[in-house]
């Protein structure tokens, strides 16, 4: 809950106003998990909001640990399904790529998580649980949500978690601490832009309308050309990070033709691209480009004034690297 959902509850409950700033602080900055941890609370009222709420903490059904130290959880959500998470540690860095939603609508060809088709919506609780349920949150620098589902067909959970992660009231995060991606969905993307303030990673994959529909079905909808024109609407020169995610197959989408087109569509954007190595999911007859050839790829979009990371491979022998999340209990 926000808090003023939290003032609502204390209201209702007829508790002083100010219990609803205690809540909080025990929810989303002391991390607790039951009321009786919530001491400054009197006891009667503590019995009184266990009786009608539950904080709403769910322990991992399982996790898996990669050699590279990338740990992948399955938690359950609220309606009895569940949800892969991923925590990512770096020297500096520690990411959690999180998911908003069990499968996925866009049914993206070269994804594991749109083959298992769309099964709900998580909730706020469901998506703030993978983050404040890991077992090191604390260690967290960055959040990404990048995992299974599309975050802007989720809006009004997405957006809420993100208030409650930022707000001083909650974990009081910076929001460029935090990244959404998605593949560009027409009817969210433009209020994303404008009511906030986190970065934001456009799944491109494919630089010409016809290619990119043939692999991603959201092309119909609202088109590479159509997102990149609204995108340079808006000023990305301050500190608020637009990249553009790009999975390379090879023979695919990895000749000089496509390095060139990005070039052409992103010229007048200020961004980055970032190349994925593409981990291969069950039945799905593609292949992953060679690093040379991704390098020679980078080098090309960096010269023509492209910014051109390539994303490090991580997770991907217990099945969390990009792409192959899904719902294991479905």
Known sequence: MTIAQLQEVVSELAMPRFT?????????????????????????HRELLAEKYVVGRMSP??????????????????????????????KE??????????????????????????????TVTDILNQIYSI???????????????????????????????????GWAWSPRRITVSTVGLKK?????VEESECHLAVSMHFPFH???????????????EEIVELLSQYDWSHQRRLSFEYTMFEGVNDSMI????IVRLLKNLDCRVNLIRYHQIPDVDMNDTPMPKMTAFRDYLTKHGVYTTIRTSRGQDIEAACGMLISKDL
Not at 71 to 79: G, H, I, Q, R
Request: one cysteine or more.
């Open 20 to 44: 609803a700033g205690q809540l909080a602080q025990w929810l989303y900055q002391k991390g607790a998990t039951s009321f009786d941890e919530m001491t400054n609370i009197s006891k009667r």
């Open 61 to 90: 059904k399982e996790q898996h640990t990669s050699k590279d130290g990338t740990v992948k959880y399955l938690f359950p959500t609220e309606d009895g399904q569940a949800v892969e998470t991923v925590y990512i540690p770096e």
């Open 93 to 122: 860095r520690a990411t959690l790529c999180v998911s908003s939603q069990v499968g996925c609508k866009m049914n993206c060809m070269f994804c594991q998580t749109g083959k298992q088709g769309f099964h709900g919506n998580l």
């Open 135 to 169: 077992e090191c949150p604390d260690s967290l620098t960055n959040i990404v949500f990048m995992g299974q589902g599309e975050p802007l067909d989720n809006y009004d959970n997405l957006t809420t978690a993100i208030e409650i992660l930022t707000a001083d009231y």
């Open 188 to 192: 969210n993307l433009k209020r994303f």
């Open 210 to 224: 016809e290619m990119r529909l043939q692999y991603m079905p959201a092309e119909r909808q609202y088109g590479i």
């Open 258 to 261: 496509f390095a060139k087109e």
